[in-house]
């Protein structure tokens, strides 16, 4: 197989490129997609428009396609990505949480999208591989960068982004540092091309979106594990996309309200599914079984720092010692335990 790239290399260092997919032109022979391409040449504005001036272009040629994200069948129709229970780093590119995608008779929902353009255009290959149907939506379950910053490759082909009413201001407010901050883990390269994009459409409570003869169910909550989480269920095989409203293996990260996930945490345990898909870990659990670590994570983060805080403990006293117990529960601890009591002092010592 054949696709359309352009590559793209930083203006002050013109020696790191990275040939950045042109989605629209997969087809089984070179002959074929170099024929598409002189056909129906891609708008080359989206380089002025939706990249920094420091990156410059070479134009866009014809080479065999690039890798592809590994998927699983989850369910007839519906697959699933596993990113690496890992930091970001340049080993990754960014490719550190769950992914997916449903198909209908209609057209294609990705949920999520990895967190860099390169990850984004893996999992569209992906999908090419399955079908040749339209991508319709891409719905970003939350605002982390690692769940969003491939979503462009989506965009360009035509899906409308998805995501919670907030996500739009949340996005809008912390896209440069998110970038700056990936690209210091990963590296200049694997970040190049990658831009957030904004939803065009927002969730404010439930919806569904029309595949076609397969119909998926959107419920935007409230503020919990961040203040933009969305899930996004399939009844046609009973699996439930979390999102990071559910860890699995991965070190919780609490960016929202402890006692906010603590009760919607509580209410998903009663939506009528039977696995779930985390947004790390897994990458398919039983429903609502899966939900217990993670409670009990909570229950003891609430619980330690309530009881740090009536001590009279100082926050740098209380992040040493709240729910260090927990430790041998979760890869990554470290990395997150620290911040996660950090969120919760801030929140509970106001009580």
Same mark, same amino acid.
């Given at each position: 197989?054949?696709?359309?790239?352009?590559?793209?290399?930083?203006?002050?260092? @013109?020696?790191?490129?990275?040939?950045?997919?042109?989605?629209?032109?997969?087809?089984?022979?070179?002959?074929?997609?170099?024929?598409?391409?002189?056909?129906?040449?891609?708008?080359?504005?989206?380089?002025?428009?939706?990249?920094? #001036?420091?990156?410059?272009?070479?134009? @866009?040629?014809?080479?065999?396609?690039?890798?592809?994200?590994?998927?699983?069948?989850?369910?007839?129709?519906?697959?699933?990505?596993?990113?690496?229970?890992?930091?970001?780093?340049?080993?990754?590119?960014?490719?550190?949480?769950?992914?997916?995608?449903?198909?209908?008779?209609?057209?294609?929902?990705?949920?999520?999208?990895?967190?860099?353009?390169?990850?984004?255009?893996?999992?569209?290959?992906?999908?090419?591989?399955?079908?040749?149907?339209?991508?319709?939506?891409?719905?970003?379950?939350?605002?982390?960068?690692?769940?969003?910053?491939?979503?462009?490759?989506?965009?360009e082909a035509g899906a409308r982004v998805v995501g919670h009413e907030a996500l739009p201001r949340a996005l809008a407010d912390r896209a440069q540092t998110y970038l700056a901050n990936f690209e210091l883990l990963t590296g200049a390269q694997a970040l190049i091309g990658t831009q957030p994009v904004l939803p065009d459409e927002?969730?404010?409570?439930?919806?569904?979106?029309?595949?076609?003869?397969?119909?998926?169910?959107?419920q935007a909550w409230p503020n919990a594990h961040t203040g933009t989480d969305l899930t996004v269920g399939d009844p046609t095989s009973g699996i439930l996309f979390a999102g990071d409203l559910l860890f699995h293996r991965h070190a919780p990260a609490l960016d929202g309200s402890v006692l906010g996930w603590r009760r919607v945490?509580?209410?998903?345990?009663?939506?009528?599914?039977? #696995?779930?898909?985390?947004?790390?870990?897994?990458?398919?659990? @039983?429903?609502?079984?899966?939900?217990? @670590?993670?409670?009990?994570?909570?229950?003891?983060?609430?619980?330690?720092?309530?009881?740090?805080?009536?001590?009279?403990?100082?926050?740098?006293?209380?992040? #040493?010692?709240?729910?260090?117990?927990?430790?041998?529960?979760?890869?990554?601890?470290?990395?997150?335990?620290?911040?996660?009591?950090?969120?919760?002092?801030?929140?509970?010592?106001?009580?």
């Open positions: 197989m054949f696709e359309a790239v352009v590559a793209l290399c930083l203006a002050a260092e @013109p020696k790191i490129c990275r040939a950045r997919l042109v989605p629209g032109y997969r087809m089984a022979s070179l002959s074929g997609c170099e024929a598409a391409l002189n056909s129906s040449p891609p708008l080359m504005n989206f380089l002025v428009t939706n990249f920094p #001036q420091r990156l410059i272009a070479a134009p @866009p040629h014809c080479q065999q396609t690039g890798p592809e994200a590994a998927v699983i069948e989850a369910a007839p129709g519906l697959f699933v990505h596993m990113g690496a229970v890992a930091d970001v780093s340049a080993a990754n590119a960014g490719d550190v949480s769950n992914s997916g995608f449903i198909i209908g008779t209609r057209g294609v929902a990705v949920i999520d999208s990895g967190g860099s353009r390169q990850v984004g255009e893996e999992l569209y290959r992906a999908i090419r591989s399955q079908t040749d149907l339209p991508i319709l939506y891409v719905i970003l379950t939350h605002m982390h960068p690692d769940h969003v910053l491939g979503a462009s490759v989506f965009a927002v969730i404010t409570a439930t919806s569904s979106l029309d595949l076609g003869g397969r119909v998926i169910s959107l945490l509580t209410q998903m345990q009663s939506l009528l599914y039977t #696995q779930v898909v985390p947004g790390h870990g897994g990458p398919l659990l @039983p429903w609502p079984d899966a939900a217990a @670590p993670l409670q009990d994570y909570l229950e003891v983060l609430i619980t330690e720092t309530r009881a740090a805080i009536t001590r009279g403990d100082t926050l740098g006293e209380a992040v #040493q010692t709240i729910a260090f117990g927990e430790a041998d529960a979760w890869e990554l601890f470290d990395l997150f335990n620290a911040r996660n009591a950090t969120v919760a002092y801030t929140e509970l010592e106001w009580e």
